[in-house]
Antibody, heavy 124, light 108 residues
Framework: EVQLVESGGGLVQPGGSRRLSCAAS????????MHWVRQVIGKGLEWVSG???????YYPGSVRGRFTVSREDAKNSLYLQMNNLSAGDTAMYYC??????????????????WGRGTLVTVSS | EVVLTQSPGTLSLSPGERATLSCWAS???????LAWYQQKPGQAPRLLIY???NRATGIPDRFSGSGSGTDFTLTISRLEPEDFAVYYC?????????FGQGTKLEIK
């Protein structure tokens, strides 16, 4: 059974840093694209980073240069290093597993598993 | 950058009624890369539909998806009490990957 368990959230001062972790089980993390998605409480979902099988990383403009996604294959874990945090980064952070599913000649991409999230609060 | 816009923001219906949720993309999205998720309070999103029209494992057949290009629809044929939640469309075809802002389906 696929499981994703996030940790590392908490209270951070403005301008501070935080590293989130996502422990994966039931699959080999390096064989899949993995992502971080955040959600301001009561608001919508925002994709904030992705890392593909070969290790290439992707970010939206809102976090590029401040957030870094990485993984540790030996621990089957995903990380998100967040720097220079501000109140706008306060959110629940989810890790999500990307899936490439092919049925015959047709291939689909979607997020098929999500963790329960870890809450990051940026406040003085 | 592909911006997804969902409509309506809130939909008030009664159990047994039909729900139609829309998702418009600012640029054409390959149907293979358009998905729908359901989220209930305090829970992570759950995959409902992938490839615009394919139900994920375990999803009841009252849920259906359709559309192509820039115009996609999620339909729930007969609402059950457990269907009242927030629904998001998502494109995973072109980075930066994006979500719609969500449609809240509430009990009338």
């Amino acid at each position: 059974e696929v499981q994703l368990v996030e940790s590392g959230g908490g209270l951070v001062q403005p301008g501070g840093s935080r590293r989130l972790s996502c422990a994966a089980s039931g699959f080999t993390l390096r064989e899949h694209d993995m992502h971080w998605v955040r959600q301001v409480i009561g608001k919508g979902l925002e994709w904030v980073s992705g890392i593909d099988g070969p290790g290439d990383t992707y970010y939206p403009g809102s976090v590029r240069g401040r957030f870094t996604v990485s993984r540790e294959d030996a621990k089957n874990s995903l990380y998100l290093q967040m720097n220079n945090l501000s109140a706008g980064d306060t959110a629940m952070y989810y890790c999500a597993k990307g899936r490439l599913y092919c049925s015959g000649p047709t291939c689909y991409r979607f997020f098929d598993s999500w963790g329960r999230g870890t809450l990051v609060t940026v406040s003085s | 950058e592909v911006v997804l816009t969902q409509s309506p923001g809130t939909l008030s219906l009664s159990p047994g009624e039909r729900a139609t949720l829309s998702c418009w993309a600012s640029q054409s999205v390959g149907t293979n890369y358009l998905a729908w998720y359901q989220q209930k309070p305090g829970q992570a999103p759950r995959l409902l539909i992938y490839g615009a029209s394919n139900r994920a494992t375990g999803i009841p057949d009252r849920f259906s998806g359709s559309g192509s290009g820039t115009d996609f629809t999620l339909t729930i044929s007969r609402l059950e009490p457990e269907d009242f939640a927030v629904y998001y469309c998502h494109q995973y075809g072109r980075s930066p990957y994006s979500f719609g802002q969500g449609t809240k389906l509430e009990i009338k």
